[in-house]
């Protein structure tokens, strides 16, 4: 008797190791670690998904006091291969340790989404004689309504080859798929007889007859060749099969991309280069300025690699982002790039997955969740932007894309480079106390570009009667570099600040009914929504609280400040990029590539503007409203507020023509503000480690935040002291608990929330602490109440 372990799909505490169960006799030989199955689960024998982590013998199971003939039988085995490797199941392990999410929701973040997701398997016979044994002459059959035995049959048939299985998503919309036809039937065509008469049926059986059985053509290609009705003779004739295939959308990234070839590296760039192709036992900060040319370094370090006959792992923040970057990876290596993109539909990104599982990628581009993807032998990995809070997940499991990639970096012996221009406070002291060895480049890689020159407009001053968005300086400068058919990019700072609509008699501003907060206007969809729970109403015109009907609206989205600015300068061509106008796939590529190509002047856009551009004619880069996010209750709001500032003035200046760069504010003495203008990231670090210091935040203290949250407050801040000493009586007195205090926005899906913030440096005693946590939301009192712990937030809102 085989016993399998398998981790069972209940995020609980209870079931958060694995269970005992049998494997069907038929299936014995056929299972494997890493595989998915669906197995009965609790009283009810529901059927639930688990994966395989073990198998273990009887004496085992015995000797635990569990019975043989109590243990439950697989009921199904979803997966022909293992869709787990031995490294991610041991990567599983060690997260578990530091993220506190139940192994099972951590186990399915390694997946790509189909695989987590509703799907059938469909299985299509190669051979003619399974063709006929078992199919019944039918084109396909169901996995899934198979019984245990022809189950087993048939993943031993694909195992030799005779048939092969495909995935379908149950969302068929989000598949492109076009015609195929194969040649399935080569016996048929030799014992077609043909009137000698018909040349181009002759002609087409002439063709095929040269043609090895399982060849596949687009129908539209032996069309042309041949004609429909020929086509369809030999379908009709069942010597061709007609078929729907998918087809990878992110086919699309491939083409028209010119070859790009090496540059010849500056000094600073090869003595980066240098040092991470040879040593490799301490991760590397590449800390360089905007246009130093950290990303060509990148691709040196990559082709190496590849060279070495090893992969690698390119991490970006958000790649629908950085089509720019993509490019010029796919520019470089071809087909040996896959690319994991959050534009792909479920479908395509499991095909880069299948792609890479069979070692058919050397070189994954991706945003967060790509850090799992089950590449071998891997050489380099490599995050770009490393300070971006996209890094970190914000749901369960909550990781952080740099700790999962230190853990694989260590297993395949690779070399792990963290690069940005301004490093996050965290990785810049690890490399100052030298856990990180530290790569500078202090100069713009194209000889001609200059770092721009930085000017603070200080908007107290600057109220301009004109315009609500624009100081005239500002104005007078547009147009001066419109008018030299030079572009310029606006980027509009959305983070802490929103549209939203007020009574102008008594102040009344409409919130959400289940939020603690106002709800923000959105002008493409004419409604008022709340970005937390998804609720939407409609605009109203009148005030509910005092039926006045001077609802006026406040904040100045992109779309007004686009509106605006092209009344004030009618011949400008303005492109706006922000989430509206890119909600469509591939929308960012088409506004990107036809900035580009010099059919706007103005790029006006949110934060997504500011990261990886690189324009040489944008000699112009303008800030309409530096400090919104400088007041947000979060310790980090100044590095975010000078990352965001230094990366988007980067863009300005990037090849021969010199860039300016003007920046918006009320807060011109403002530490975070000040220096971003003077691009003095060192300044920066230091002033801003002394405030950490003495407030005892990140990087001198590692924190874990909780969040507890019910729909009715009182129980909420009960619950909230009942952890808040369960956590105390395993910490030592040099730990320090903030809280419990209301979360900055207390109300959300009708859910009051409250936070405790642990600060500490070193308690041998944390995770038993957040383990009773765990439990204690397992008791059936506390049905109804959720905890979420978050080691190292990035996000206090
Ligand atoms: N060694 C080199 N010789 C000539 N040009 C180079 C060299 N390295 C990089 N460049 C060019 O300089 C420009 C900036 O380089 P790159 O985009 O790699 O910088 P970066 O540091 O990644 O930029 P950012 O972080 O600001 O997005 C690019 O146009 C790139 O092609
Ligand atoms: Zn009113
Ligand atoms: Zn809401």
């Not at 048939?163 to 598949?175: D, F, G, H, L, P």
């Not at 032998?377 to 740099?402: F, V």
């Not at 910490?731 to 207390?746: M, N, W």
């Amino acid at each position: 008797m085989k016993i399998a372990k398998i981790i069972v799909d209940v995020p609980s505490m209870q079931t958060d190791k694995p269970f005992s169960y049998v494997v069907p006799e038929a299936l014995e030989t056929l299972v494997a670690i890493g595989m998915r199955v669906h197995v009965p689960f609790g009283r009810g024998n529901r059927l639930m998904q688990g994966f395989i982590v073990g198998f273990e013998s009887q004496e085992l199971v015995e000797n635990q006091g569990n019975r043989l003939q109590d243990l439950k039988v697989i009921a199904e085995v979803l997966d022909f291969e293992p869709v787990l490797n031995a490294e991610q199941l041991a990567l599983a392990d060690k997260m578990r340790e530091t993220v506190f999410a139940y192994k099972i929701s951590i186990l399915k973040a390694m997946l790509p989404n189909l695989l987590n997701s509703s799907y059938d398997k469909v299985l299509t016979a190669l051979d003619p004689q399974v063709a006929s044994d078992y199919f019944e002459n039918a084109d396909e059959i169901h996995f899934s309504s198979l019984d245990e035995v022809m189950q087993a049959t048939m993943m031993k048939l694909q195992r030799e080859g005779k048939v092969s299985v495909r995935y379908v998503a149950q969302s068929k919309e989000t598949i492109k798929t076009k015609k195929v036809v194969s040649l399935t039937n080569h016996a048929q065509l030799l014992a077609l007889t043909i009137s000698a008469r018909a040349k181009k049926k002759l002609a087409m059986q002439t063709f095929l007859q040269h043609e090895p059985e399982g060849k596949v053509w687009d129908n539209t290609e032996l069309v042309a060749l041949f004609s429909r009705d020929v086509v369809k003779f030999f379908i009709g004739n069942g010597v061709l099969t007609l078929s729907d295939v998918e087809v990878s959308r992110s086919q699309d990234y491939f083409e028209n991309i010119e070859t790009d070839t090496q540059k010849t590296l500056n000094a600073e760039q090869k003595a980066a280069y240098e040092a991470i192709i040879t040593s490799q036992d301490k991760p590397f900060l590449l800390e360089g300025v905007t246009g130093s040319g950290k990303t060509e370094v990148y691709l040196q370090v990559i082709a190496h690699v590849i060279d070495a006959g090893k992969t690698a792992i390119m991490l970006v923040p958000e790649i629908s982002l950085t089509p720019m970057m993509t490019s010029r990876f796919i520019a470089r290596f071809g087909e040996n790039v896959a690319i994991m993109h959050s534009g792909l539909s479920d479908g395509e990104k499991y095909d880069e997955w299948r792609k890479i599982a069979a070692g058919k990628a050397k070189v994954v581009v991706g945003a967060r969740s790509a850090i799992f993807v089950p590449l071998a032998n891997i050489g380099a990995i490599i995050i770009d932007e490393e300070h971006e809070t996209s890094y970190k997940q914000d749901s369960n499991p909550r990781y952080h894309a740099r700790d999962i990639a230190l853990l694989r970096a260590q297993y395949h012996g690779a070399a792990l480079v963290l690069g940005s221009a301004t490093p996050s406070l965290e990785t810049r002291a690890r490399a100052q106390q030298g856990v990180y060895q530290l790569l500078r480049l202090t100069q713009r890689a194209n000889q001609a570009a200059q770092i721009p020159e930085v000017r603070l407009l200080d908007m107290r001053k600057h109220l301009n009667d004109k315009s609500a968005s624009f100081s005239q300086v500002m104005l007078d400068k547009i147009a001066e570099k419109v008018s030299k058919k030079e572009q310029v990019v606006l980027m509009l700072n959305r983070r802490g600040y929103s549209s939203f609509i007020m009574c102008r008699d008594c102040g009344f501003v409409p919130e959400c009914p289940n939020c603690d907060i106002s709800l923000t206007l959105h002008m493409d969809t004419k409604t008022l929504n709340c970005h937390y729970c998804g609720h939407t109403q409609g605009i109203p015109y009148t005030c509910p609280n005092c039926q006045s009907n001077k609802i006026r609206y406040y904040g100045s989205g992109t779309q007004k400040v686009e509106e605006e600015l092209q009344e004030l300068m009618p011949e400008a061509r303005i492109l706006r990029m922000d989430v509206d106008t890119t909600k469509k796939k591939g929308a960012h590529e088409r506004i990107l590539s036809s900035f580009g190509a010099g059919q706007a002047d103005i790029l006006l856009g949110t934060q997504m503007i500011a990261k990886g551009l690189d324009f040489p004619n944008v000699t112009l880069v303008g800030v309409i409203n530096a400090d919104t996010a400088l007041n947000l209750p979060d310790f980090r709001a100044s590095e975010r507020t000078f990352q965001l500032l230094t990366q988007v003035a980067g863009r300005a200046g990037r090849a021969e023509k010199s860039g300016e760069v003007l920046i918006q504010t009320f807060n011109p003495d403002h530490y975070a503000i000040k220096l971003a203008q003077t691009h003095d990231y060192e300044q920066f670090y230091q002033t801003e480690m002394a405030f950490r210091r003495k407030l005892a935040y990140p990087p001198y203290y590692f924190t874990v935040q909780l969040v507890i949250s019910h729909k009715n407050e009182e129980i909420t801040v009960k619950k909230s002291y009942e952890i808040l000493s369960l956590l105390q009586a395993h910490l030592t007195d040099k730990a320090r608990v903030l809280g419990p205090i209301a979360k900055p926005i207390a109300r959300t899906h009708n859910l009051y929330h409250y936070q405790l913030l642990i600060k500490y440096r070193f308690e041998d005693h944390l995770a038993d602490a957040l383990n009773d946590v765990l439990d204690l939301t397992q008791l059936r009192e506390n049905k109804e109440l959720r905890v979420m712990i978050d080691s190292e937030p990035q996000n206090f809102m």
